[in-house]
């Protein structure tokens, strides 16, 4: 018996717009880039093409862009009890796409980093003026835990409870 095959997203229509901040509009003016579930949608504006990175596991809570335009930072929710991913996409990658012969193809590429720290939700992420840091901030049953990351190793340099 043949193998099923594997189905591959061709497109998403709609926007939910539950995530704060969860618009971005690159600044080279040819994409927009929003979560809807726990997909990213990278959308380029002048041809109406979509790429998708799906690499969270529940739904995208919030974006951030690098100042450089090269980075997106995404976090996640997670079920209680279970860690809440950071992933660090490089957007060169996205942007360029695939040959849609291999489902999540992009959002295997693009991933630069998976970030697990942060339990059941990581509620905001944004990066330094220099794009080297990423700041990332869990909710209120991660103890509201501050922390800084390393975005050329992916490593955590500190963390603290921010009693709140």
């Known amino acids: 018996m ?19 901040d969860g618009l971005v509009y690159h600044p080279d003016g040819e994409f927009i880039l929003y979560p809807l579930g726990a997909t990213i949608v990278v959308k380029n504006i002048r041809t109406g093409a ?3 990175l799906d690499g969270h596991t529940n739904a995208v809570s919030c974006l951030a862009l690098s100042h450089d335009g090269t980075k997106l930072a995404s976090g996640q929710v997670a079920d209680s009890g279970f860690a809440a991913e950071v992933i660090i996409w490089d957007l060169n990658i996205a942007f360029k796409g695939d040959d849609k012969s291999i489902p999540g193809e992009v ?7 998976t970030l697990s720290l942060h339990m059941v939700s990581v509620v905001d992420v ?3 003026c220099t794009d ?28 603290s409870i921010t009693p709140g």
């Open 50 to 52: 979509q790429e998708f």
């Open 107 to 113: 959002g295997r590429m693009a991933r630069i980093h």
């Open 2 to 20: 043949a193998q099923p095959k594997v189905l591959d997203l061709q497109s998403i229509i709609g926007f939910e717009g539950r995530v704060r």
């Open 132 to 159: 080297t840091h990423l700041a990332t901030l869990g909710g209120d049953e991660d103890g509201n835990r501050f922390a800084i990351w390393d975005v050329a190793e992916g490593r955590a340099l500190q963390q």
């Open 126 to 128: 944004a990066f330094n």
